[in-house]
């Protein structure tokens, strides 16, 4: 399995942008879809983002689209992801994700995604 670790979340006011950033360690970073994921109190884990091997493809939460843009660089083992205009309702712990099937299809599942990271909490004031 690959370790996830992420960083970058915080409290901004809502209109804000951050940037959350996911380290990964122990396998071959390319072999694997990357995805983020949220999770807000009392509710369940919710699809944000993903982004295929080589980062040629992508797919966004409709609730998201147009604000965040998920990125990665393979050779520093790192995936981003850039929200921007945060509202409110963007507030949540967010996971980073890893998926090592060769398929990209299902990438907005939680179940299909094998190694995930601790999470970083995302507070959005409004």
């Known amino acids: 399995q690959v370790q996830l670790i992420e960083s970058g979340g915080g409290l901004v006011q809502a209109g804000e942008s951050l940037r959350l950033s996911c380290a990964a360690s122990?396998?071959?970073?390319?072999?694997?879809?990357m995805g983020w994921f949220r999770q807000a109190p009392g509710k369940e884990r919710e699809f944000v983002a993903a982004?295929?091997?080589?980062?040629?493809?992508?797919n966004y939460a409709d609730s998201v689209k147009g604000r965040f843009t998920i990125s990665r660089d393979n050779p520093k083992n790192m995936v981003y992801l850039q929200m921007n205009s945060l509202k409110p309702e963007d507030t949540a712990v967010y996971y980073c994700?890893?998926?090592?099937?060769?398929?990209?299809?299902?990438?907005?599942?939680?179940?299909?995604?094998?190694?995930w990271g601790q999470g970083t909490q995302v507070t959005v004031s409004s």
């Open positions: 994700a890893a998926k090592t099937s060769r398929s990209w299809v299902p990438s907005s599942t939680a179940a299909a995604y094998d190694s």
């Open positions: 122990g396998r071959t970073f390319s072999d694997y879809v």
């Open positions: 982004i295929s091997w080589g980062g040629g493809s992508t």
